[in-house]
C-alpha cells in the first residue's frame, strides 16, 4: 500500500507542477504580447526623438502671408491653413467659365473690358465658427456688381464691388444677414 500512496502522491505533485508551468507559460505569453506593444512604440518614439526637428525642415509649409507654418502653435496653425484654404477656394470659384449655371461664381472681368470704379467694404459678420465663413462667402459671391470677396478669420470680409452696380445697404440687405448680423467696419 505504501508504493500506491506514494505513486498518488508523485503523480498529484507532477500535474501540480505541469499545471503550474502551463499557468506560468500563458503568463509569460500574455505579459510578451503586451510588453511588444510598450517596445513597438518605445521605438517610434525614439526615432522621432533622433529626426531632425520639424521647425528646422525644408519641408515647412509656408502659408500665403508668408508664416512658416510649422513655427505656429496648433491652434495659429489651423486658422492659417484654413484662412488659406477658403481664399484659394473663393479664388478658384471667381474664376469659373461656366456662363450658363445661374449660380455660379463672379467671374473675373478681361482686361479688355472698360469697367467702373471699384470701391471696397470691410464687414463685421457675426458668424458662430469659421466652418460658416463660405456660407456667407458663397452668398456674397452671387451679388450682382461684387468681383471679390476675401476672409479674414475670425469674422471680416474684405468685399470688393462695383459702385454701379450695387452699394453697401445693397450688400447689407442680403437674406444671409438676417440670419448672421454684419457691420460696416470701413469703407472706401
Known amino acids: 500500500m505504501d508504493k500506491k500512496k506514494k505513486k498518488d502522491s508523485n503523480r498529484r505533485v507532477s500535474i501540480a507542477i505541469i499545471g ?20 513597438v512604440s518605445n521605438i517610434s518614439l525614439e526615432g522621432n526623438l533622433t529626426d531632425k526637428m520639424v521647425n528646422g525642415s525644408k519641408d515647412c509649409p509656408v502659408s500665403s502671408t508668408g508664416i512658416r507654418l510649422c513655427e505656429l502653435p496648433p491652434e495659429q496653425r489651423e486658422r492659417e491653413e484654413l484662412k488659406d484654404r477658403l481664399n484659394d477656394e ?11 449655371d445661374p449660380y455660379a461664381p463672379v467671374k473675373k472681368p478681361s482686361q479688355e473690358i472698360a469697367i467702373s470704379a471699384t470701391s471696397s467694404v470691410r464687414l463685421k459678420v457675426a ?4 466652418d460658416h465663413a463660405m456660407l456667407v462667402a458663397e452668398d456674397l459671391k452671387n451679388v450682382y456688381g461684387i468681383t471679390d470677396v476675401y476672409w479674414s478669420p475670425p469674422n471680416l470680409y474684405d468685399i470688393k464691388y462695383d459702385s454701379a452696380k450695387t452699394s453697401v445697404d ?3 440687405s442680403r437674406d444671409i444677414f438676417k440670419k448672421y448680423n454684419a457691420s460696416v467696419v470701413s469703407s472706401k
Not at 90 to 100: E, G, I
Open 20 to 39: 503550474t508551468c502551463l499557468i506560468l507559460f500563458a503568463a509569460y505569453l500574455f505579459l510578451a504580447g503586451t510588453g511588444k506593444d510598450v517596445i
Open 90 to 100: 473663393l479664388l478658384s470659384k471667381q474664376n469659373a467659365t461656366d456662363d450658363t
Open 127 to 130: 458668424i458662430p465658427g469659421s
Open 170 to 172: 445693397g450688400i447689407l
